[in-house]
DNA sequence: AGTATGTACTCTGCAATGCAGAGTGTCAAG
DNA sequence: CTTGACACTCTGCATTGCAGAGTACATACT
């Protein structure tokens, strides 16, 4: 047998709580995104910065007249199907764990 | 809104695989794990080792007269429970983000 | 008996990651 | 024109993650 692996950017607390919030919201912003998640300042910069770099996020800068300026995340196509790639190997993983009945097993022969 | 968190000791690729193999297998042994998760020997050392610390794995020594002594592998009752939780909030997530659900099968009751 | 080979881990060092708080710029009210 | 709140960004340090070298012990071969 072999587990399918999981995308190590996706499978981190905060970044998985990201990814997931931005699917299902659209789109969101620094403060929503810290206030939603619980995060500090700077982990949830962090994270962001690298779901950015990965190309699993864009940013876009929004300043509309007499509007404190501020930056809009969003996932790209890209992370949209990372994230479904992701929650599918998951799935797999997690259906594995409960699948079998948790018996003593033999241990003689092999899988 | 407020996300629930991920247990960070779960949620880390190889120990979530770890934890749901041996939730589904009941058992399993270095070696098993090893091939099973594609996982080097420091590496899986390292990670079964935080899960044994944490409380989630047990091991136990075996050696059957005339056998190759082998440390055996399973989850605790509180490794069972934090297993569950953590599905039960990784749905919550999940679900939230729009993406497939997943499924639990035979893991006792959500929190 | 002695040596080689394989298995089952364990240890070590280093690179990468995770995190919080301090710092920076900007706007808006007083 | 100062004060304070907001929206980030940067820095330093602690923790984590990882692979390969090391150790121990059992079996196979000569």
């Known amino acids: 047998m072999n ?5 190590p950017l996706l499978h981190q607390p905060l970044r998985t709580q990201i ?36 190309g699993y996020v864009e940013s876009r800068r929004e300043s509309g007249v007499g509007e ?9 196509e890209s992370g949209r199907t990372a994230l479904s790639t992701y929650v599918s190997r998951l799935s ?11 018996v003593q097993t033999s241990l003689k022969g092999k899988s």
Not at 68 to 76: E, F, M
Not at 92 to 101: D, F, K, Q, T, W
């Open 3 to 7: 587990l399918p692996a999981l995308d």
């Open 19 to 54: 990814a997931a919030f931005l699917s299902g919201r659209g789109e969101s912003t620094f403060s929503e995104l810290k206030r939603t998640l619980n995060a500090t300042d700077g982990n949830l910069d962090a994270h962001l910065g690298k779901l950015i770099e990965a």
């Open 68 to 76: 404190r300026s501020r930056t809009v995340y969003a996932l790209t």
């Open 92 to 102: 797999e993983i997690v259906a594995l764990s409960g699948a079998i009945p948790i």
